[in-house]
């Protein structure tokens, strides 16, 4: 399994100090939960936050776009310094194309569905995507209770991509996962997995993400597409 503690939950008056102690505990992602108050209720930071963490960050960072017509944006958050871009199905019409253009700048492209959004079109984009990001609550916030049906919809996304030529893209579950829950998720087909609030809250950060891995029980790692051609990992 791979940790993506999110941002959100950090504390931002010294995101530069909590990056460099994520990376020294020895979490391997950072999740950017950017939100443009349209597309979901809250607003929280962009492009400038992002572009600065990279100068001193060498974390794999996960950009979680909940805006409206993120394609408008994606050369942006390219530019500042994201490895993979997340991009709402249910806020971009051309979806395709703008997973297209995600990986022609040299980023790996995620789509995000929220808990109520089918999930049959991913049929459709399998060979576009290198993650799909379910939402286990609806976007906007930390802390909120994670939302039991997405269970059903991992292992439903899970077959359906396995089904259609997928079955080296890893699944993401985003919203109240907690040492708890994560060993049913990684059962029902999970592989990356958010936290904010059941992670910041507990430091030290090393002890929390020893207490997910194991609470994880090392289930089955789909990440093969995260050595993929068009995205090359941060030199040291
Ligand atoms: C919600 C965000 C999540 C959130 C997770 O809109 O996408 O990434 O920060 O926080 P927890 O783990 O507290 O639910
Ligand atoms: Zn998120």
Redesign the pocket.
């Known amino acids: 399994m791979i940790l993506s503690p999110?941002l959100?939950?950090a504390n931002f008056g010294k995101l530069d100090e909590e990056c460099q102690a994520l990376e020294q505990a020895g979490v391997p992602w950072l999740?950017l939960?950017v939100?443009d108050g349209l597309f979901?209720p809250n607003i929280t930071f962009g492009t400038p936050v992002i572009a600065s963490l990279r100068k001193t960050s060498r974390l794999f960072f996960d950009v979680?776009l909940?805006i409206q017509n993120p394609s408008r944006y994606v050369e942006d958050f390219a530019r500042a310094g994201a490895d993979m871009l997340v991009v709402h199905a249910e806020a971009e019409t051309h979806l395709q194309r703008c997973l297209a253009r995600i990986r022609e700048l040299g980023c790996l492209a995620g789509v995000a569905l929220n808990p109520s959004t089918d999930c049959s079109f991913l049929r459709w984009i399998v060979h576009d995507v290198d993650m799909v990001l379910l939402m286990s609550?609806n976007?906007?916030?930390?802390?909120?209770k994670f939302l039991p049906v997405v269970e059903d919809k991992i292992r439903e996304v899970r077959s359906l991509l396995d089904a259609h030529g997928g079955s080296t893209i890893p699944i993401q579950v985003?919203?109240?996962?907690c040492p708890e829950n994560i060993g049913q998720l990684v059962r029902c087909g999970a592989d990356v997995f958010?936290?904010?609030?059941?992670f910041f809250r507990f430091p030290p950060y090393d002890q929390r993400l020893a207490a997910f891995a194991a609470a994880a029980d090392q289930g089955p790692l789909r990440a093969a597409a995260m050595t993929c051609s068009h995205w090359k990992p941060r030199q040291a």
């Open positions: 999110s959100l939950s999740h939960d939100i979901a979680h909940m609550v976007p906007g916030f930390s802390g909120q985003d919203g109240g996962v958010v936290s904010g609030s059941a």
